[in-house]
């Protein structure tokens, strides 16, 4: 029997962060050790670092987040999970190939997916990172681990391709400009909306990382494709961990602001997230709101991510489709 041809022996492979597998302190635990453990999430000396993580941060915090992760804990489990697990789903109707999905952190491990996956037979694998815009300290830390895995087997490992970012893609750009304003006609529309991304410390960005420039870019494209003036959108940037420097305007900051300039209703939206999860849900929606309200805001609607809505996987859909055509 002759070869399958070359495109039918592709894959795709979504790959998110990762999550604890229960919202429970051990749990958490082993996450934000693997987690906070890689290189090029905190990037110090390990000798400095890893004593103080095992040490202090992890028992110090892994009680506190896990009850963060009980607040929004849905029956099929972590959000990201979830929504994960369900836009692969989606990519799998729409694409005609096998689609897995894996976690940089946690499982489904990176590592397990690509053995599923060369098992069947499929020696092109496409990985897409859901990171839209490319950081040393997400991005780079997928690649580590498709590097490692390429190494490890030699010339039976599978050719391992990935999307590096898709910032300013058009289809992933039109569907979160209509989700907002499917989000402003259901429920109305506040005088100012925040365009929150995750943060990361400035001296990385002076470094070279291009994640706030690709930040930006993601949301001037949101901006220019909502017709929003300039006084009605800001960006910012979350999740601040540590004392050094981090990207600003931070979002809390921002909000409480907002508020004693007597700005009353705000939207927020998290173009860098694909799927909701804690940093979404909970540090968003349910902190923010709370440190909006406090300022004396009255109302933080949050707009969920794109999860798997048609829009969204039908714009990745096409995404994959274009690589795997260059891809000869």
Known sequence: MPAAPARDRAALLLVNLGTPEAPT???VRRYLGEFLGDRRVVQLSRWLWLP???GVI???RSRRVARKYAEIWLPGGSPLAVHTRRLAEALQARLPLPVAHAMRYGAP???DALHALARQGRDRILVLP?????STTTTASVADALTAFSRAHGALAPQLRMIDQYATDAGVVGALAASIRAHWQAHGRGERLLLSFHGIPQRLVDAGDPYAQQCRATAQA???ALDLAPEAWTMTFQSRFGRERWLLPATDATLQALAAEGVRRVDVACPGFPVDCLETLEEIAIQNAACFRDAGGERLSYIPCLNDAPAHADALAALVRGHLETWT
Request: glycine share 0%.
């Open 222 to 224: 949101l901006a220019r």
């Open 109 to 111: 491990a990176i590592a």
């Open 25 to 27: 302190a051990p749990a």
């Open 52 to 54: 103080l993580l095992h």
């Open 58 to 60: 992890l028992p110090l």
């Open 130 to 134: 859901l990171y839209p815009q490319y």
